[in-house]
């Protein structure tokens, strides 16, 4: 794990050092990438710019969507294992909404819901599907002799899912889980960018709008930063609840 903090660190220096260089050197003239400290100062002290309740509703919309969305994959995969007819009715709807793109939903949601409803169900339409495939992986990856010495004492389906599936499938689930955190940002993001009245997208808007590379920059990094953060919490979230489980060999 160590491991893979440094290289993130490394990857993050170059990445960095790279923008600081093209910022002083081939876009020197025409201001369009500001250097790293001029966004930085942005982010933190600019009386003008209004990053912070931004920011806030946009986490906002993005947590309520990551909850609704992944309630409703997890019951799904649950449904889906113990219910196969289900999955055959259901499967292809939701495979449907994943593959939709969010463009052509977002208008429709801006008609039928009003407030910061259609970023929010934005948010967890964009997270459903990920999550369903990690949960019925796990679900169906529990292993045989377990299930069967379940069914040797009597137990049935149900049994078997909360005495053994439920614990196999929580690695799966919790590495759906993981990817769908920035998933919802970006699908919040992507809402406000068809319609709203306050949020990151609406911030980005007004700042491309404006010709503001500064405010520009600031907003991607801290979206970036939103996103990130919500994969490292759910994935530290994930390996507590989960200590038990085999991991991946240092430095694979």
């Given at each position: 794990?160590?491991?893979?903090?440094?290289?993130?660190?490394?990857?993050?220096?170059?990445?960095?050092?790279?923008?600081e260089?093209?910022?002083?050197?081939?876009?020197?003239?025409?201001?369009?990438?500001?250097?790293?400290?001029?966004?930085?100062?942005?982010?933190?002290?600019?009386?003008?710019?209004?990053?912070?309740?931004?920011?806030?509703?946009?986490c906002?919309?993005?947590?309520?969507?990551?909850?609704?969305?992944?309630?409703?994959?997890?019951?799904?995969?649950?449904l889906?294992?113990?219910?196969?007819?289900?999955?055959?009715?259901?499967?292809?709807?939701?495979?449907?909404?994943?593959?939709?793109?969010?463009i052509?939903?977002?208008?429709?949601?801006?008609?039928?819901?009003?407030?910061?409803?259609?970023?929010?169900?934005l948010?967890?339409?964009?997270?459903?599907?990920?999550?369903?495939v990690?949960?019925?992986?796990?679900?169906?990856?529990?292993?045989?002799?377990?299930?069967?010495?379940?069914?040797?004492?009597?137990?049935?389906?149900?049994s078997?899912?909360v005495?053994?599936?439920?614990?196999?499938?929580?690695?799966?689930?919790?590495?759906?889980?993981?990817?769908?955190?920035?998933?919802?940002?970006?699908?919040?993001?992507?809402?406000?960018?068809?319609?709203?009245?306050?949020?990151?997208?609406?911030?980005?808007?007004?700042?491309?709008?404006?010709?503001?590379?500064?405010?520009?920059?600031?907003?991607?990094l801290?979206?970036?930063?939103?996103?990130?953060?919500?994969?490292?919490?759910?994935?530290?979230?994930?390996?507590?609840?989960?200590?038990?489980?085999p991991?991946?060999?240092?430095?694979?």
């Open positions: 794990m160590r491991a893979g903090w440094r290289g993130g660190a490394l990857g993050t220096t170059l990445v960095v050092g790279l923008w260089l093209l910022a002083y050197t081939l876009f020197a003239h025409s201001h369009l990438v500001p250097p790293p400290q001029q966004v930085l100062v942005t982010i933190v002290h600019d009386p003008s710019f209004a990053m912070w309740p931004n920011v806030v509703t946009t906002e919309e993005a947590g309520v969507g990551f909850v609704w969305g992944n309630l409703a994959a997890v019951v799904l995969a649950l889906f294992v113990q219910v196969p007819f289900a999955e055959k009715a259901l499967l292809r709807v939701v495979l449907a909404s994943y593959c939709m793109p969010i052509a939903i977002g208008p429709v949601l801006e008609i039928v819901q009003s407030g910061t409803a259609p970023q929010s169900t948010a967890g339409l964009s997270v459903v599907f990920t999550t369903l990690g949960c019925l992986v796990g679900l169906r990856g529990a292993d045989a002799t377990s299930l069967d010495l379940v069914r040797a004492y009597g137990g049935g389906r149900w078997q899912l005495k053994v599936r439920i614990w196999a499938a929580l690695p799966s689930a919790f590495a759906g889980l993981a990817i769908s955190g920035p998933a919802a940002v970006l699908g919040a993001i992507v809402g406000e960018y068809l319609g709203a009245s306050q949020g990151l997208g609406v911030a980005l808007i007004s700042a491309n709008e404006n010709l503001d590379s500064r405010r520009a920059f600031a907003i991607a801290v979206a970036t930063a939103l996103a990130g953060a919500a994969y490292v919490a759910v994935s530290v979230i994930g390996r507590l609840c989960t200590s038990w489980a991991r991946h060999p240092r430095g694979v």
